[in-house]
């Protein structure tokens, strides 16, 4: 390892370096991420430096004393196998400490993850909508700007392991983004978010009470953006979910790990139709 190699955290306009090279890996991240993803941790996003020169990056969000999790991990191709990656990883672990720690592997990588302290909690499979989407909207489904924050918080801490107000702030008033809820008796049973990316659109994001709930918000925020292709990011445990893309004919693009390290939660992923992404959780 060269010695004028340097870890350090991102600068807020930096974060935008980790969104292009996601782009280039061919992650379709959404056009505001980097700035979204900063409110979530402004001291979460990792850069290392060769002689000044970038060459690896991460993220290490935490949310809160008890959550964290791991993402936008990119070694250049040149300067893999040489333990740049790996320094900068261990960096990111130090700081997210004894937190619960996720994480969102690719299937090669598993085996890796596993000697860092995560097992496998289960699969995440991305699903692409292409239709044309000609929906009668729900009369439950109401813009997000018409409940509470404070009610919108609350329904998101039953399906996400740690606060994030800020961030949640954010990502629902993005440009060119969506975000719906659904609403029965004033009270919240399902939202979702729907943002546009380098390659169409990304839900996420997408949690209901209700598989018919779910397939309501889903209806609409396809909907709203009148155009595809739309990405949706469903755990493989969700049975119902399952059979939602597969009722809107949407085709599996690939599957990644969701593991944890310092712990195993118990989220209510039947509930869950589409995580938020992954590079956060």
């Known amino acids: 390892m060269e010695e004028d190699y340097i870890i350090r955290r991102m600068k807020a306009e930096e974060v935008s370096i980790a969104i292009d090279w996601a782009k280039e890996q061919g992650w379709n991240p959404g ?55 790996l320094q900068l990883t261990h960096e990111r672990l130090k ?62 801490r039953k399906y996400f392991l740690g606060p994030r107000n800020a961030f949640l702030h954010s990502w629902i008033a993005q440009p060119e983004s969506k975000s719906y809820g659904y ?38 925020l396809i909907s709203a953006v009148k155009e595809g ?7 493989e445990p969700n049975h119902e979910a399952i059979q939602m893309v597969q009722t809107y004919r949407m085709e599996p693009q690939f599957q990644v790990i969701r593991m944890y390290r310092n712990g195993n939660p118990k989220l209510p992923l039947q509930e869950i139709y589409g995580i938020t992404t992954f590079e956060l959780g």
């Open 95 to 156: 700081y997210t400490s004894n937190r619960l720690t996720g994480l969102d592997g690719v299937i090669d990588k598993v085996e890796k993850y596993k000697r860092l302290g995560y097992t496998e909690a289960h699969r995440n499979i991305r699903f692409c909508f292409t239709g044309k989407p000609s929906f009668t909207p729900s009369p439950n489904v109401v813009d997000i700007s018409k409940i509470p924050f404070e009610q919108l918080e609350a329904f998101d």
């Open 229 to 235: 292709p739309v990405f949706l990011d469903c755990p």
């Open 183 to 220: 609403v029965e008796q004033q009270q919240l049973k399902g939202y979702g978010v729907i943002r546009r990316c380098f390659n169409g659109f990304k839900i996420g994001p997408l949690f209901a009470q209700t598989a018919s709930i779910a397939k309501a918000l889903f209806e609409a």
């Open 31 to 85: 056009l505001n991420d980097a700035s979204c993803f900063y409110q979530a941790d402004p001291n979460g996003f990792f850069i290392g430096l060769l002689k000044g020169e970038p060459i690896a990056i991460g993220s290490a969000v935490c949310y809160g004393n008890d959550f964290a999790f791991c993402g936008l991990y990119i070694v250049k191709e040149e300067f893999r196998g040489r333990g740049y990656g």
